[in-house]
């Protein structure tokens, strides 16, 4: 089937380092000896946990219950005991504490009673978002929006194209290229499922030009309802807004959603869950992790959710060192972390070990415009950067600064070695903390001025009651009639007799 | 926890930098200047390396007063270009402390004043050159020429003579022998004014195929360098193409006008600064428009200023000054040439 592409502008060309650990199968990680969970593993709202320590949890069991519309639910990643819930390192940028669940595993990976959906065709596609949601499914490609969410939008606004995005352009990850390759099946089932829960007219599945046996594997399995397309391998091709531009041509409205333009846009891994979760109603307890780079044996692993970066880096013999730093992510997007106890969540998709660099000396910005070049979102980075770094807010805002993807092309190609993504994080954070204090700012405002309104009550019950007089508090019409013809008469009255006396003297 | 600083994505990096882009610029004027030094002898040569050890010296005596890293600021390449392009815009017969000066204005007020590398609004090169051409105007219109053929008059001994003997008091037109002339754009432009006509000038021995005798071919390596500068990716195509193109057009309605009063379209591509203006002076990015609709504008303007000034104006080239005028306009253009970004319509 063949779909006219089109290009994002910018990007960049660079090795990928894939080949190494596309070709090898990923094998199953063994039970690690202690499980952590964060409960809050997507965007949106923690979940709030539902279970107690020292209680026996089976695989699959809900331990955490969404808190409000943007969160979802919470699963035991295999059986065992509740240890402990409390603060624990989790993966954030800031290098967080936060409330994790800690399981024990007893060894025997007992499963809970699970459900599974029949015919799913025939099934709501609203009641299909809540099979999604009480899995617990977010979206496994980066961000961790709330599946579900995306789905109702599906449902509330007109779809007409559902794409399901295994353009891994980030180097070195490869987690969506073998869980394609050995779970062809449930990407395309799983996909189909999305399409009946978001009744989407078109349905596309696209990978890079650089995954053939994915493709293949995908092609065995899809049928005319689903078209299948290579997309041109350059970063960030799998970028939502980039890979929606590529495919259709449309761009994504400034500080708009894909649904505005009538897309939903979804990740193969996903898509995966999705099947596993209608077809068997199992949660999503598992994933597929790339552990690449300077590991000795580099490849996927299949992990639970909760098993700590260590053991992952252990399981293909690595130790980590003073000479290494580890990424969460990709060497373009991805999240340094110096602790490697801290947990696989739901979207980790990869653990990449890296030879620690100096950082290169940064020079003045020579505004060469090279970051212009790269940047797919066509923003000015070199007056992004400019205003960023002398807190002039206000003006990043003018360039656009939140449609900033932070896919890292500006700082790639910086020949004055600026960290620009970090003066732009810098810079959202900073204004993002100025409106929560506007915010808070208002709200104090109120309160001042309705305790000043209390209080001027309570002064004034105080007082000593005035007589009142008596009025007639609501006059009726002709009451009001009455009065004002009165006064018309009256006026009109002593008008002639003005006018009289004035006559008498003109006649004198 | 191991003790390491924490590192923000992304973790890559392509390894540009600033010092290898100023490193192409410096490599590309290499044929240039070897095509200049066998037409005009090693006079500029001699320019270049007094310009870039009075360039080093100076930056090196204000970065310590701007209490800036050495080891840092003197290697960007940065002081290296604009050290030659000064050096390949003055005449090779310059006296040394006419040099000294230039670079010293040039450094101090286009560069330092602004806050060094990367925040300066004025090219430091054509500022400099526009400054000693205003303050010396007699030593700046004495230039070689290849009358006689590639470099038989303006051997090395009389470079140095030039360069380094010249009596400081007794500075005048005299001191210069029948090796100096004005260039034939100057020579142009008086006869010209002394109401002879184009295709009569044109006849003069100094006269080549298209421009000046040994000029145009100085250009042609020029425009060879500045051509691979692009292919390299280190400039973009927008500003070279936007001046040489306005100054053909300009030039080709003039000449289509009257062709006796104003002078071919190659003539004055292949005449002056203006190649060398196109492709290395006005593209340095610091003074430069960053949008791609700002570029051609920018360009433009300088294309136009250029033509007008050579037409009409007091000076034979104004190169350097159409350059300074156009840089003084960026923060302007750029603002209005703003680019819509993906999403915005």
């Known amino acids: ?325 580890i990424i969460l992510g990709g060497p373009m997007m991805g999240m340094h972390i110096r602790n490697p106890d801290i947990p696989i969540i739901k979207t980790t998709n990869c653990i990449l070990v890296k030879k620690l660099e100096p950082a290169a000396t940064e020079l003045p910005c020579i505004q060469c415009g090279d970051c212009y070049n790269a940047c797919p979102i066509k923003l000015m980075p070199q007056e992004l950067y400019r205003n960023a770094k002398t807190d002039n807010f206000a003006e990043t805002q003018q360039y656009h600064i939140f449609d900033c993807i932070e896919c890292g092309c500006c700082s790639y190609v910086c020949p004055s070695n600026i960290p620009l993504v970090q003066y732009f994080r810098y810079a959202k954070s900073q204004i993002a903390a100025e409106e929560r204090r506007r915010d808070g700012a208002d709200l104090a405002r109120k309160r001042f001025l309705e305790h000043n309104k209390r209080e001027q009550a309570k002064i004034e019950a105080k007082r000593p009651s005035r007589p009142v007089i008596e009025t007639s508090s609501n006059p009726s019409m002709d009451e009001k009639r009455n009065y004002i013809e009165g006064a018309v008469s009256r006026t009109l009255k002593k008008r002639s007799k003005t006018k009289k006396i004035l006559d008498k003297r003109n006649s004198d | 926890m191991i003790n390491q600083q924490l590192l923000t994505s992304p973790h890559r990096h392509d390894g540009s930098s600033v010092r290898t882009k100023m490193l192409w610029v410096c490599v590309s004027l290499i044929p240039g200047i070897a095509c200049y030094t066998w037409f005009f002898g090693p006079g500029i040569l001699i320019q270049c390396l007094l310009a870039i050890v009075f360039a080093l010296l100076v930056e090196s005596v204000l970065l310590k007063i701007r209490k800036q890293k050495l080891s840092v600021f003197l ?138 005798k040994g000029w145009e071919w100085v250009s042609i390596f020029y425009l060879l360098g500045g051509i691979g500068l692009i292919a390299l990716g280190v400039i973009s195509w927008h500003i070279p193409v936007a001046i040489l193109g306005s100054v053909f057009a300009f030039s080709l309605i003039f000449n289509m006008y009257d062709t006796n009063l104003y002078p071919s379209s190659l003539f004055h591509i292949l005449s002056g600064g203006c190649i060398l203006a196109a492709f290395f002076v006005a593209t340095d990015p610091v003074t430069a428009s960053a949008t791609p609709i700002g570029k051609l504008i920018y360009g433009t303007i300088i294309g136009g200023l250029i033509y007008a000034i050579r037409s009409w104006g007091a000076y034979p080239d104004g190169v350097a000054f159409a350059i300074i005028i156009a840089n003084g306009l960026v923060p302007m253009i750029d603002e209005y040439t703003r680019p819509y970004i993906i999403g915005e319509n």
């Open chain 1, 1 to 325: 089937m063949s779909r006219q592409l089109y290009e994002f502008p910018g990007g960049l060309k660079f090795e990928t380092f894939k080949e190494i650990t596309a070709t090898i199968p990923a094998i199953q990680h063994p039970l690690p000896n202690r499980i952590i969970l964060p409960v809050r593993q997507h965007i949106g709202i923690p979940s709030v946990p539902t279970v107690r320590k020292g209680e026996h949890v089976l695989k699959g069991q809900p331990i955490a219950e969404a808190d409000g519309y943007v969160s979802i639910p919470l699963h035991a990643s295999t059986s065992g005991t509740v240890i402990d819930i409390g603060d624990y390192p989790v993966p954030h940028a800031g290098e967080h504490e936060a409330t994790c669940i800690v399981i024990e595993p007893d060894g025997k990976d007992e499963w809970f009673d699970i459900q599974p959906t029949d015919d799913y065709l025939t099934v709501d596609p609203k009641q299909l978002q809540e099979i999604i949601r009480s899995c617990g499914i977010t979206g496994l490609g980066g961000a961790g929006f709330p599946a579900h969410v995306k789905l109702n939008e599906g449902v509330v606004n007109i779809v007409d194209t559902l794409i399901i995005n295994g353009v891994e352009c980030e180097p070195f990850i490869t987690c969506d290229d073998r869980l394609i390759q050995e779970k062809a099946h449930y990407v395309v089932s799983g996909t189909r499922m999305i399409r009946h829960a978001v009744q989407a007219k078109h349905c596309v599945i696209a990978v890079e030009d650089d995954m053939p046996k994915a493709y293949e594997a995908l092609a065995n399995w899809i049928d005319d309802d689903i078209e299948l397309i290579k997309v041109p391998k350059r970063y960030p091709a799998g970028g939502e807004k980039q890979l929606i531009q590529t495919l259709t041509g449309k761009e994504v409205p400034s500080g708009g959603l894909a649904i505005h333009i009538g897309i939903v846009m979804h990740n193969v891994a996903t898509a995966a869950a999705v099947y596993r979760a209608v077809t068997r109603g199992e949660p999503l307890i598992s994933r597929y992790v790339t552990i690449a780079g300077e590991v000795e044996t580099p490849r996927n692993l299949q992990v639970l959710l909760g098993t700590s970066v260590n053991d992952c880096l252990k399981a293909c013999g690595y130790e980590h060192n003073d000479e290494h730093m």
């Open chain 2, 75 to 212: 290697l960007d390449g940065s002081v290296y270009v604009t050290a030659i392009l000064f050096a390949l815009m003055i005449s090779p017969f310059t006296p040394w402390w006419i040099n000294f000066i230039g670079i010293c204005f040039g450094l101090v007020f286009a560069k330092h004043l602004y806050g060094g590398l990367g925040n300066n609004i004025f090219n430091p090169a054509a500022t400099a050159y526009v400054f000693i051409l205003l303050c010396f105007p007699v030593a700046m219109n004495q230039w070689p020429s290849a009358i006689d053929g590639p470099s038989q008059e303006t051997s090395i001994k009389n470079s140095f003579k030039y360069i380094f003997l010249m009596p400081h008091d007794s500075y005048s037109e005299n001191n210069y022998d029948s090796t100096s002339s004005a260039t034939p754009l100057a020579d142009m432009q008086n006869r010209l004014a002394a109401m002879e006509m184009v295709n009569e000038i044109r006849t003069s021995s100094q006269y080549g195929n298209y421009a000046g």
